[in-house]
Structures are given as C-alpha cells and as structure tokens.
C-alpha cells in the first residue's frame, strides 16, 4: 500500500497513524511502575521477587529506596486492615447493643409483671390477715356462747390448770421438775386446743 508521506522540515514523515514517541513512553513508564509496585507488594506479604527482576523494575531507585518503598506499603496494608477491623467492631457492637435494647425491653415487662404480682400478693395478704382475725373472733365467740356445760367446766378447769403450771413453772429451780412442767404444759396447751375445737363444733 503506498504511504502518504507529509513533507516537513526534517523530511518526509507518514500520514497515517502517526506514532506519540511522548505518549509511548509515558505508558511505558506507567506500566513498568505499575509492574514495579506490583513487587514491591509482593515482598511486603513475604512473597519471592527474583533480584534481577526487581533491579529491571527498580530503575534508578537505590535498595535503600526499595525498601522505603516496602515499608510504606506494609504500613498502608496495617492501616487498610485497622479500617477493615473497624467494620466487624462496629457490627458486633451495633448487635449488643440491639441485644441490650431486648434486655431492657424484656427486663421492664418482667418487672411490670412482678409488680402486679407483688400488688395482687399484698392485696390478699391484706385480706388473708383480715380473714385469720375475723376467724380468731369467730372462734372466741364460738367457745364463748357453747351451751356445752360439760365442755365449758372441762376448758375452765385445763385453763386454770394452765394458769397454776405456769406460775410453778417460774419459781422451778430442779432441772426435772421443770422437765415434767413442761412436758404437762405441752399436753395441757393440746387437750385446750382440741376443747375450743369441740365447742366451736358444737
């Protein structure tokens, strides 16, 4: 294919694609620094670059420089895994604190409900004390209006047997005497017991 030729001051030149010799050495450039920081990582994660390859890529740089160089990069990989650590804390915090949110959420209906609980207990307390009064009454009043008069002298004579126990009772100084008073005080506090039961039935 003839070539269309251009007359210049320095002579003919071609026409039709005329090469960049500036553009094709910046890319050159690039490229080769491209190549020669790609090795440079390379050492920077433990990894094997040949020597000769290395000077080639290196250029002009002194050892010293190539290792500036190494090191600048180990630090950006510290700092660029500092940043992707961040992520994860942040993750796992923002989970805690979600799971604290259900805590709290969890905490504050359990300590409603035992508060009701508690409100619900203390109100029949009230009422489980108001009803052992009025029985203790009912009770008092039931022994008291027995028209058993064999049950009454019976109670009249435990009590006062009771009443004359106890007073013996204080002056005891004889360790078995004591012993046999006391044992004739739980009998007569169970024989009482169990009159009142039998003239509040009645």
């Not at 619900?120 to 009422?127: F, K």
């Not at 009772?169 to 008073?181: H, I, K, Q, V």
């Not at 007569?188 to 039961?197: G, H, K, N, P, Q």
């Given at each position: 294919m003839a070539e269309i030729l251009e007359?210049?001051?320095?002579g003919p030149v071609p026409v039709g694609n005329p090469v960049d010799p500036v553009r094709e050495l910046r890319?050159?450039?690039?490229?080769?620094?491209?190549?020669?920081?790609?090795?440079?990582?390379?050492?920077?994660d433990g990894a094997h670059v040949a020597p000769?390859?290395?000077?080639?890529?290196?250029g002009d740089r002194t050892p010293q420089q190539v290792e500036t160089d190494?090191?600048?990069?180990?630090?950006?990989?510290?700092?660029?895994?500092?940043?992707?650590?961040?992520?994860?804390?942040?993750?796992?915090?923002?989970?805690?604190?979600?799971?604290?949110?259900?805590?709290?959420?969890?905490f504050e209906a359990a300590r409603r409900e035992r508060d009701e609980v508690l409100r619900?207990?203390?109100?029949?307390?009230?009422?489980a004390r108001a009803a052992a009064e009025q029985a203790v009454h009912a009770e008092a009043r039931l022994v008291a209006s027995c028209p058993d008069e064999s049950l009454r002298a019976r109670l009249a004579a435990l009590t006062g047997e009771r009443?004359?126990?106890?007073?013996?009772?204080?002056?005891?100084?004889?360790?078995?005497?004591?012993?046999?008073?006391?044992a004739r005080a739980a009998e007569?506090?169970?024989?009482?017991?169990?009159?009142?039961?039998e003239m509040a039935e009645f």
């Open positions: 007359t210049t001051v320095a890319e050159r450039r690039d490229a080769r620094a491209s190549q020669y920081w790609a090795a440079v990582r390379r050492l920077a000769s390859q290395l000077e080639k890529l290196a190494v090191s600048l990069v180990r630090e950006r990989n510290a700092l660029r895994n500092v940043i992707a650590a961040a992520e994860p804390a942040a993750r796992r915090a923002d989970e805690l604190r979600a799971a604290l949110r259900g805590a709290n959420e969890r619900r207990a203390r109100g029949a307390s009230g009422v009443a004359e126990l106890v007073s013996r009772l204080e002056s005891a100084a004889d360790l078995d005497e004591r012993g046999a008073l006391e007569l506090a169970t024989e009482i017991e169990c009159t009142r039961r």
